[in-house]
């Protein structure tokens, strides 16, 4: 009984340590999936008509909150699915829903390569704002070694925070990867490209990519889409 009591005792500072982190997630439990999608050259067409589909009936699901079909400026047939779902229930829920196995079971002749599905928390997120038919969305898959990731977040969110303060900007998230937390994807939503390119340019992103590089545990994947 004395040994039990000692062993609850000793647990107990490290129960007490993860209570915060705990009621900080559970603060906000909003989720965001990116969904990449590979398909053959000439079903393109065939795919965008398919993705369309999907994002009308999936708008309409409860607890979405955004569901953005973008495709890569070059190559084409790569696309992503940028979604933010009010909660794990909502994108549960959408998963399992009718129109999200019709397009996963039609979509498979036509793909060079799994879904490959990465949902995520925000790490740090900005307002969410409407983009027009020019705008460009840039999203870039950053991994850190482990032992660097928190360093590499702080990086991660000074150059969001500037980022948002740029012309042309309509949007920056940082967001992590629940399945790997040194994995973040960070979605960019520029007015046009001329405004993504001139950001490019300046010398505080120049500065980021310095800082960052030592710290990456792979290629610091950055692409370039259209929203449909």
């Not at 953005?68 to 229930?89: C, M, N, Y």
């Not at 704002?129 to 977040?153: C, K, N, Q, Y």
């Not at 702080?154 to 998230?173: C, F, T, V």
Request: hydrophobic share 45%.
């Amino acid at each position: 009984m004395r040994l039990a009591l000692r062993l609850m005792l000793a647990l107990l500072p490290i129960s007490l340590a993860a209570a915060p982190s705990a009621r900080a997630q559970d603060a906000n439990p909003t989720l965001y999936m990116l969904r990449y999608i590979e398909v053959a050259p000439d079903a393109e067409s065939k795919a965008v008509g398919m993705l369309k589909q999907l994002a009308d009936a999936s708008r309409k699901d409860p607890g979405a909150m955004r569901f953005e079909i973008l495709q890569r400026v070059a190559p084409a047939g790569h696309f992503v699915t940028f979604e933010v779902w009010k909660d794990k229930s909502a994108l549960d829920a959408h998963s399992a829903a009718a129109h999200a196995k019709t397009f996963s079971d039609a979509v498979q002749p036509l793909l060079l390569a799994p879904i490959d599905d990465r949902p995520c928390i925000a790490a740090d997120a900005g307002p969410a704002m409407s983009a027009g038919g020019e705008a460009r969305f840039v999203i870039t898959h950053v991994d850190f070694g482990p032992p660097s990731r928190e360093a590499g977040l702080a990086l991660l969110k000074a150059a969001s925070g500037a980022g948002r303060k740029a012309d042309g900007n309509l949007g920056l998230d940082v967001l992590q990867q629940t399945a790997r937390n040194n994995h973040f994807e960070v979605v960019e939503i520029w007015k046009d490209q001329k405004s993504s390119d001139a950001h490019e340019m300046t010398p505080a992103t120049k500065e980021f990519r310095a800082k960052v590089a030592p710290l990456l545990g792979a290629h610091y994947d950055r692409r370039w889409y259209k929203a449909l």
